[in-house]
């Protein structure tokens, strides 16, 4: 058997366990929905997307060193040397333990002011709101600190981990829906501590996989002025392409609620639920198939490289495609049936979401060997300056009296430009 016949077997068998997974989680994760739904109340739950939606903005810093230290550990085992594995994962925890302590200062800073003085939250539920701050900050934090340790196991391609993990953490969150009814405490307080809690344990179990199964996860504090810089110049041009990913998602739940308040971001919020179900099929295949394209690009192998990269993305697409257009026709249907009542706008924006991830699914492998090359200043400019236009355009078309739906309308619009751009830079950069 060939090397590239092993490699694509590996995906192959690192895919189905995810869909296995991913199965698992789907049914579960609608479940939880509705039970999250009914014991919160909606105006509780668009309450706890928005807040989400504030906190997620933390993610424009961290996404991009995020996507640096994938990049970077990836690349190092497509050398075929693991000398250089423990220095660059020590550096990795370093940066992300320094960015905690600056998203911390931050978020209980300008973060808190936001929160309590420009976002539409009902009065009788703004100590419920800062408790939910308050632990979706930390819990963000851990999520932080666990990203290196995540991406050695990506890297390793150990996908069975993740299998396990997540289908632990699926039930876990179930347990807690059904826990949040009967708690003697408020609801939405009860929902965020319990979600915190999880995040600690998975953070930890996490942590102790990769100490005791790969050796360059002995962590000690590194501070290499060549290695962070590398990693930090990569991560600063990575940061508009992140900066406008967030921003479009969650920049456009906080605008939705300036002008439409915490109802409609409920229904953005269970749109976000459905999209999360089905996208999870792809990002599934896509986790499977990135550390091959950057190990193929560092190995020099391009033309197998462009081979994943082809047939990642047509596949993604098609996955997604037959998955969501039943859901697309049927919605009305589908959400009736799933949750009884739901708020105004779910069903549009249940369907446009769903188009704007078919777009979204084509570019994944695209990004992937694009950010390989670690040639991405003008690609990160240009892509990454289309989609800031998101939160601007739908700013002016809310204020001229747009309905809710213009958010993902525009988000559609700049993905197809953004799309093209890529394959613009994929000819530039990898001839392809």
Not at 206 to 235: I, P, W
Not at 252 to 274: D, E, M, R, T
Request: glycine fraction near 6%.
């Amino acid at each position: 058997m060939s090397i590239k016949e092993g490699t694509s077997k590996r995906i192959a068998k690192n895919t189905l366990l995810l869909y296995v997974r991913m199965l698992l989680l789907m049914v579960i994760s609608l479940y939880t929905s509705r039970v999250v739904l009914k014991a919160l109340g909606i105006e509780d739950f668009g309450i706890y997307n928005v807040v989400g939606g504030v906190v997620g903005m933390f993610a424009i810093i961290s996404g991009s060193l995020s996507a640096s230290i994938t990049r970077f550990l990836n690349y190092e085992m497509g050398k075929g040397s693991t000398s250089n594995l423990n220095h660059i994962f020590c550096s990795s925890v370093t940066i992300q333990l320094i960015l905690s302590v600056i998203v911390l200062i931050v978020a209980e800073t300008i973060g808190l002011w936001f929160l309590n003085e420009k976002m539409t939250i009902p009065e009788d539920r703004l100590i419920a709101t800062n408790w939910v701050y308050h632990l979706s900050i930390f819990t963000f934090i851990i999520n932080l600190i666990s990203v290196p340790y995540n991406a050695v196991i990506i890297a390793h391609e150990k996908m069975s981990v993740f299998a396990y993990i997540g289908i632990f953490e699926g039930l876990s969150k179930l347990i807690i829906a059904f826990t949040i009814s009967i708690s003697p405490i408020d609801h939405l307080i009860t929902y965020s501590i319990l979600m915190c809690c999880i995040a600690i344990v998975v953070r930890l179990v996490y942590g102790r996989y990769c100490k005791s199964h790969f050796e360059e996860c002995k962590f000690k504090l590194v501070f290499d002025n060549k290695q962070l810089k590398e990693m930090f110049a990569f991560a600063g041009w990575n940061f508009i392409g992140t900066i406008a990913g967030v921003l479009r998602d969650q920049g456009g739940n906080v605008i939705l609620n300036l002008f439409c308040g915490p109802v409609i971001n409920a229904a953005k919020g269970i749109s976000s639920q459905v999209n999360n179900a089905v996208v999870g099929f792809v990002t599934n295949f896509t986790i499977a198939l990135n550390p091959q394209i950057t190990q193929s690009y560092s190995a020099g192998d391009r033309a197998y490289m462009q081979v994943l990269m082809y047939q990642g993305a047509k596949l993604a697409y098609y996955v997604l495609f037959i998955l969501s257009l039943p859901i697309i026709i049927n919605a009305p249907f589908i959400l009736k049936l799933w949750l009884g009542n739901y708020p105004d706008y779910t069903v549009s924006f249940v369907r446009l979401t769903l188009l704007l991830s078919m777009w979204e699914s084509i570019a994944s492998p695209m990004s992937t060997g694009l950010l390989a090359t670690g040639k991405i200043k003008w690609y990160q400019i240009w892509v990454g300056g289309i989609n800031l236009l998101n939160i601007p355009f739908s700013y002016f078309f809310l204020k001229l009296g747009f309905s809710p739906n213009i958010v993902l309308v525009v988000a559609i619009f700049l993905s197809q430009l953004a799309l093209f751009l890529r394959l613009y830079f994929m000819r530039k950069l990898l001839r392809f």
